[in-house]
């Protein structure tokens, strides 16, 4: 049975449609065990995101609140084809985990597949992205075999949204095939909530009957333990 010890993808109300403290999250955190969570709250361009300060001083928080790790990071928002964020790289790189998303009204929904595929080529380009954000979404397919070698290329980590089974038509099936991708080319992933409440913190059923449907190896799935995460990221515990 696969287990989640960081959630490597949550929200806070710096953003109107997020609705809990990062304390909170915190707390629920410390309540159902985990070691870890990233705070990645929106890019600015969103619209309902947080300003540049956010990120700018997100790097002075304490690592270890009541007993869990935070991880100071973002969700940036992916602008354009040539994999444009809407957070400058002088904020990310102070930055412990940055996941790069495609979101409306940032990226045109159902833009051509080879339009978001040249995007996220481009976006691998950035170091200081570490994770690629809710693949699965079916406004923004693209051609996943691509995007999942070059990840493999370049050491980003894939995200096993467990949001998008709820939220994000198409998704199922698409992070299907991306998990057996990952599969096929040792690519590591996360499974992560993408909380907007603290409920939700640490809560990854879907991504869980996913993976382990396809046998997926545990290897490969990052967040099962702090260390392992921290150690591929090249950060300190
Ligand atoms: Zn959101
Ligand atoms: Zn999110």
Redesign the pocket.
């Known amino acids: 049975m696969i287990k989640i010890k960081v959630d490597t993808h949550t929200?806070t109300n710096v953003?109107a449609?997020?609705f809990s403290t990062l304390e909170e999250n915190l707390a629920a955190a410390a309540k159902i065990g985990l070691e870890g969570i990233a705070m990645t709250n929106?890019g600015p361009d969103l619209g309902d995101g947080a300003v540049w300060f956010h990120f700018k001083s997100a790097r002075h928080l304490p690592r270890w609140i009541n007993g869990v790790r935070l991880f100071p990071g973002a969700e940036v928002d992916i602008m354009d084809t040539d994999g444009r964020l809407d957070i400058e790289d002088k904020y990310l790189k102070d930055l412990e985990i940055v996941i790069a998303s495609f979101h409306t009204p940032c990226f045109k929904e159902n833009s051509p597949a080879c339009d978001v595929t040249k995007a996220w080529l481009n976006v691998m380009e950035n170091e200081n992205v570490d994770i690629l954000g809710h693949m699965g979404d079916g406004r923004y397919m693209c051609d996943y075999e691509a995007v999942v070698k070059k990840a493999k290329e370049k050491g980003k980590i894939i995200e096993i949204n467990n949001h998008s089974f709820k939220v994000r038509a198409g998704s199922r099936e698409n992070c299907r095939t991306i998990a057996q991708l990952c599969k096929k080319y040792s690519v590591p992933v996360v499974l992560s909530t993408d909380a907007?409440f603290s409920a939700e913190v640490g809560v990854v059923p879907n991504s869980i009957a996913l993976l382990e449907d396809i046998n997926f190896p545990e290897e490969l799935i990052l967040n099962t333990s702090l260390k392992k995460l921290c150690d591929y990221l090249n950060i300190e515990v």
Do not use: I, L, V
Request: charged share 0%.
């Open positions: 929200h953003s449609h997020a929106h907007h």
